[in-house]
């Protein structure tokens, strides 16, 4: 379902022949390392052509923006295509299983959506109905989504409209400071984690070759680096200019 209650529209059941699927996540959005757990949900947006709807998802290691779409429509094809977008982006590994947690939508508990996640070995995860806090980390991101780019905005056309997003999200990814992630960008950490996990690889051959250590030693890995210096909040927290909507 869409996020923003009160504008939800008339209200939708799933399919009451669709298989009950479960609860993975228990409300525990935490991640040891990318690509382990998404979460998704779609919002409705306004322009002067008329309403669309946002479809997003969201690494929860690193709150990066994996996937998202812009649609004029709440059909699956909504959530599918942010879906693909994400699949199609992300190198996702066979050592540990990707889970992708929404909430109780009719677009979510579609046979189409189950066959993707299905074709790419992707576990489902589906919220309870009607509790948003099952699916918290992605309402928060709404509150947030729209508090930075939307609030007191109104564009004229969906063209621009999704270029506003489209700079918005590459901001979200690559610039804007996260509490949660120590104020550093959903991709520099992503990029710290994954030059201290081929750092740990590197390290951990070369001291088998050598034999050098004892296996307490072989199983001790350098700390992820860290920014020296950090930009101040109030420059980089800053959304991106936009010069092309109506207020």
Excluded at 4 to 11: E, F, I, L, Q, S
Excluded at 40 to 66: A, H, M, N, P, Q
Excluded at 70 to 97: C, N
Excluded at 149 to 160: A, E, F, H, N, S
Aim: hydrophobic share 35%; proline share 5%; with cysteine.
């Amino acid at each position: 379902m869409p996020s923003d209650a009160a504008d939800r529209g008339a209200p939708r059941s799933p399919d009451p022949g669709a298989e009950r699927r479960p609860d993975l996540v228990n409300r525990d959005f935490t991640a040891e390392a990318p690509d382990r757990l998404w979460v998704g949900d779609f919002t409705y947006l306004r322009c002067w052509e008329g309403r669309l709807f946002f479809s997003f998802i969201i690494d929860v290691f690193s709150r990066k923006i994996v996937g998202w779409q812009l649609a004029s429509h709440m059909r699956t094809d909504l959530v599918l295509d942010a879906l693909r977008m994400a699949l199609g982006t992300r190198e996702l590994g066979a050592d540990f299983a990707l889970v992708q947690h929404t909430d109780h939508g009719s677009q979510y508990l579609s046979y189409d959506y189950a066959q993707v996640l299905d074709d790419h070995n992707v576990l489902a995860s589906v919220g309870s109905v009607g509790d948003a806090y099952d699916n918290a980390l992605a309402e928060s991101f709404v509150d947030t989504f729209k508090t930075e780019l939307i609030k007191d905005r109104v564009w004229k056309t969906r063209g621009q409209l999704e270029l506003a997003i489209l700079e918005y999200v590459h901001w979200f990814n690559h610039d804007r400071l996260h509490e949660s992630l120590d104020d550093i960008p959903p991709v520099e950490l992503e990029d710290a984690y994954y030059a201290h996990r081929s750092t740990s690889v590197s390290d951990l051959r070369f001291r088998a070759s050598t034999l050098d250590q004892d296996q307490n030693q072989l199983t001790q890995s350098p700390s992820i680096p860290v920014r020296l210096k950090k930009p101040g909040k109030s420059a980089a927290n800053r959304p991106p200019s936009y010069g092309r909507y109506v207020r």
